[in-house]
Nanobody, 127 residues
Framework: QVQVEESGGGWVQPGGSMRLSCTTS????????MGWFRQAPGKEREFVAA????????YYRESVRGRFTVSRANGKKTLNLQMNSLKPEDTAVYYC????????????????????WGQGTQVTVSS
């Protein structure tokens, strides 16, 4: 059974940086398609970034492109989300998500594509 563990999060001033990490354990595969979503108070959960397990593609929400970067580590079991130039509107609970299958490109930004979710970690950007 695949489990995910998130780390990182906290408070940062506008313009600052923060890194979130998500590590998988268990399961039969060494790597999975993984993504990050976020949910701000009173808003729906939204896609942030994702990385295909095959290394075939990395995808970003338009509002974070150029500021956020995903990368793999730990034999591809960990997906890092490096967030730079953070803005107050980036404040949200960030969730790691894992897809057990091999999703097609057009579904990478859809929450229902992902099968397993982390517990979420709060990111607060304020002065």
């Amino acid at each position: 059974q695949v489990q995910v563990e998130e780390s990182g999060g906290g408070w940062v001033q506008p313009g600052g940086s923060m890194r979130l990490s998500c590590t998988t354990s268990g399961g039969t595969s060494n790597t999975y398609t993984m993504g990050w979503f976020r949910q701000a108070p009173g808003k729906e959960r939204e896609f942030v970034a994702a990385d295909k397990r095959s290394g075939a593609g990395t995808y970003y929400r338009e509002s974070v492109r150029g500021r956020f970067t995903v990368s793999r580590a730990n034999g591809k079991k960990t997906l890092n989300l490096q967030m730079n130039s953070l803005k107050p509107e980036d404040t949200a609970v960030y969730y790691c998500a894992v897809a057990l299958g091999n999703p097609i490109t057009s579904s990478m930004r859809t929450a229902s594509t992902y099968d397993i979710w982390g517990q979420g970690t709060q990111v607060t950007v304020s002065s």
